[in-house]
Structures are given as C-alpha cells and as structure tokens.
T-cell receptor, first 111, second 114 residues
Framework: GENVEQHPSTLSVQEGDSAVIKCTYSDSASNYFPWYKQELGKRPQLIIDIRSNVGEKKDQRIAVTLNKTAKHFSLHITETQPEDSAVYFCAASIPGNKLVFGAGTILRVKS | DTAVSQTPKYLVTQMGNDKSIKCEQNLGHDTMYWYKQDSKKFLKIMFSYNNKELIINETVPNRFSPKSPDKAHLNLHINSLELGDSAVYFC?????????????FGPGTRLTVT
C-alpha cells in the first residue's frame, strides 16, 4: 500500500523567513496530494492541494511543488507569520482509495 | 452552520467501559471517515463509509464498531475501553472516496481512558 514520509518532524523559523516541508510517497499510482494545517486543539483543514497533472501550484504565500518522477512533493511557505505556527500534514491518494497521511511537521514561527 | 459535527467533544471514562461517539455532516457528502490521532499527532484512518456501506476497515480491534444509519451520520462505538484507546478521534467527510475531494474534519473527540 501507499506509504508517505514527511520531513522534518519539527521546523523553527524566524518570522518573515521561508519554510519548506518535504514529503515522499511510494505508490506511483497516487495522483492527488493535499496539505492540511492543524492548529493547536483544532481540526485539520485543507490549505492547498495538487494533482499529478500539475507540477506547481501557488496560493498567496503558499506553494506546492510535485516531482512525479522522484515521487516527492513539497510545501513552501514564504514570509512566515506567527499564525502559520501549526502542525502540517501532507497526504497522498491513489484513485478510488483512501488518503494516506504523513507523520506531520510542527512548524514554529518565532517573532 | 457547522459542516461536520461530533459529540461529545471530551470523553473521560474508565477501562472496561463502553462508549459511543456521534458524527453528523450537513454537506451532502457520500463518504465519511473515522480517524484516530495519537499523542504524537499521527493521523491514521480507521474506517470509511460510502453511502452507508463500509468501504475501508483498517487493522482496528473489533472492539471498535462503526455504524452509519444514513449517509449523513457515522457513529463509532467502542467496547471494553483500554488505556491505549486514549486519543483524539476525528470524523471527516468528502464528496467521494479517492477522487481528490477535500476532506472536511469534525472538531474531534478527545477520549481519555483512566
């Protein structure tokens, strides 16, 4: 089955700096790659996603890149702000099947 | 309006007891899920229902029994609770299974077994 690995497990950045979180997946049939943000004590919420027919997608300060050949995808957050502090999860999905989540990255933005 | 709701929000109980968690979605989605989030924040799927039919049943002890009376509701009953069952349980829904649809999570139920 699909296996998703996520790095780093924790990331501390200074406010205004960029943050990058990387994930790799095992099943080349996976075609959907969402990123979820979970603030402390809250529910996970989708922040951006990318499908296998696209290499990059951007939404304001957030961007996601996908390299299908290498089977990895990354989340980039620019100009980080304290409210970006949260746990971020990547996930991958094979058509018709469940989402498999990475282990999560705790992002701390220091002001 | 709350899209995915769960009750209760907190549940504290003793080992050996039986408890239930309820979930409702008002998004008209076909698919609902139960996830377990342990103390290390790992999100693991437990079950998935599509139009009241069980589709995914991960390696979960049979003490856990989901029930979907209709496609808007998915409940989770847990028998003979153990210490290791302590976690946050999230219900979620999506329009379809495995079609790249956003999953909407409920607020979570924090279960503490003492």
């Amino acid at each position: 089955g699909e296996n998703v690995e996520q790095h780093p497990s924790t990331l501390s950045v200074q406010e205004g700096d960029s943050a990058v979180i990387k994930c790799t997946y095992s099943d080349s049939a996976s075609n959907y790659f969402p990123w979820y943000k979970q603030e402390l004590g809250k529910r996970p919420q989708l922040i951006i996603d990318i499908r296998s027919n696209v290499g990059e997608k951007k939404d304001q300060r957030i961007a996601v890149t996908l390299n299908k050949t290498a089977k990895h995808f990354s989340l980039h957050i620019t100009e980080t702000q304290p409210e970006d502090s949260a746990v971020y999860f990547c996930a991958a999905s094979i058509p018709g099947n469940k989402l498999v989540f990475g282990a999560g990255t705790i992002l701390r933005v220091k002001s | 309006d709350t899209a995915v709701s769960q009750t209760p929000k907190y549940l504290v109980t003793q080992m050996g007891n039986d408890k239930s968690i309820k979930c409702e979605q008002n998004l008209g989605h076909d698919t609902m899920y139960w996830y377990k989030q342990d103390s290390k924040k790992f999100l693991k799927i437990m079950f998935s229902y599509n139009n009241k039919e069980l589709i995914i049943n991960e390696t979960v002890p049979n003490r856990f029994s989901p029930k979907s009376p209709d496609k808007a509701h998915l409940n989770l009953h847990i028998n003979s609770l153990e210490l290791g069952d302590s976690a946050v349980y999230f219900c979620a829904s999506s329009q379809r299974l495995g079609a790249g649809d956003e999953q909407y999570f409920g607020p979570g139920t924090r279960l503490t077994v003492t």
